[in-house]
């Protein structure tokens, strides 16, 4: 428990509730119990009281677990499912190098949690059977490309973090150093003309974050061995054709920025310039928001103070409607709320949202 409290958590009523079960561990029926026994009857005892308990109880049999305890136990969940191994340490290839670069940056005084997040899978990665003969490098590029098929959003802040590592790296001179290429470098027949066009929208006064990303895919799309023979005409069409299980809104957001694209090249007469149809992918008619009477309002969080504890997420009947409230109140998008980490300051009452759609921006609580 100490170890909580140290790496920032309060713990007070966790405190509370691994109290009660010291004390009921030490009840003279109880002194004959093995710890899976004592475990057992404090499961059975609370069962219908709490399941924050029993969440919290099945932490503790985790710790001790990765501790080595010889009074450890298992606690599984409702549904029969036993509860997943603690996390022991670090064991790929980078085991080390991990530990020493969160050293480094919580000695700068950032935390990090998140980030350490990112930096287990990594460690993960690196360990299946089928990695084990990669180099540093291929491994870096292969956990990137892994992380993109699961999402753009958390490609982004894996492929942040892991750049970062791969920097720290190179800048101690380890011998497993790996560099991670920026996503707006285009190395393809279009790489020129991409970074050139780029350039003219920002100075423009737009971002062109997202739709520099699809341009460097399609520049690599082009590079491809089965495309390098195609006419631009013919690339251009082939990239306007639907993918598998492709959204519509999707499609067009890959779409779009190369049809504008090949617009730009053909307006300078670029021997290169393709055309793509205005129509060629179009964006799914969005249905009409819902707007919330006042009614529905007290409804929406009467049902959120009615939330019970999960066994499985013991604090989420207090976090969901505190997220709730603050977005209500607040203005803030589910995504924004998201990365909200050591941007609240509670003595001030302000909010730094970062990565927003209008850009960074200050809410008071």
């Known amino acids: 428990m100490i170890e909580k409290i140290s790496a920032g958590r309060k713990y007070i009523s966790e405190e509370y509730c691994l109290k009660a079960f010291d004390k009921f561990c030490a009840m003279k029926e109880n002194e004959l119990l093995t710890p899976q ?18 969440g919290m109880i099945r932490e ?137 066009f780029v350039a003219f929208k920002k100075s423009c006064g737009f971002k062109y974050i997202n739709s520099g990303y699809h341009l460097r895919f399609f520049d690599v799309f082009c590079a491809t061995k089965e495309n390098e023979s195609l006419t631009p005409q013919k690339l251009a069409d082939k990239w306007v054709l639907k993918r598998d299980n492709e959204h519509p809104n ?33 964006r799914r008619t969005p249905k009409p928001p819902y707007l919330f009477s006042e009614d529905d309002i007290d409804t929406f969080f009467g049902a959120c103070a009615e939330l019970k504890a999960d066994e499985k997420q013991p604090s989420m009947h207090i976090v969901l409607p505190a997220a709730f409230l603050f977005m209500h109140c607040m203005g803030v998008r589910t995504c924004e709320l998201k990365i909200l980490m050591e941007n609240v300051n509670l003595e001030t009452g302000e909010v730094i949202i970062i990565d927003a759609k209008t850009g960074e921006r200050a809410v008071y609580m």
């Open 250 to 282: 999707t499609r067009a957001g890959r779409v779009d920025p190369v049809r504008v694209f090949g617009k730009y090249l053909t307006s300078i007469g670029h021997p290169k310039a393709f055309m793509i149809a205005v129509d060629a992918a179009q």
């Open 60 to 196: 503790l049999g985790l710790y001790l677990t990765m501790q080595g305890s010889t009074k450890t136990f298992v606690v599984p969940y409702a549904n029969g499912d036993m509860p997943k191994p603690a996390f022991t340490g670090y064991t790929g290839s980078f085991a080390e190098e991990i530990v020493s670069f969160l050293k480094a940056k919580r000695s700068a005084g950032l935390k990090y949690r998140h980030e350490e997040l990112r930096l287990k899978d990594f460690d993960k990665f690196c360990n299946e059977q089928s990695n084990l003969k990669l180099s540093p490098q291929q491994l870096a590029d292969a956990f990137i490309h892994f992380q993109e098929e699961r999402g753009y959003s958390k490609s982004r802040r894996s492929a942040s973090i892991i750049k970062a590592f791969g920097n720290y790296l190179t800048d101690n001179g380890c011998s497993n150093a790996f560099t991670i290429i920026d996503k707006n470098f285009v190395a393809g027949p279009y790489a020129e003309e991409i970074s050139d």
């Open 37 to 54: 026994q004592l475990a057992d009857a404090w499961r059975w005892k609370v069962r219908e009281k709490s399941t924050a308990n029993i």
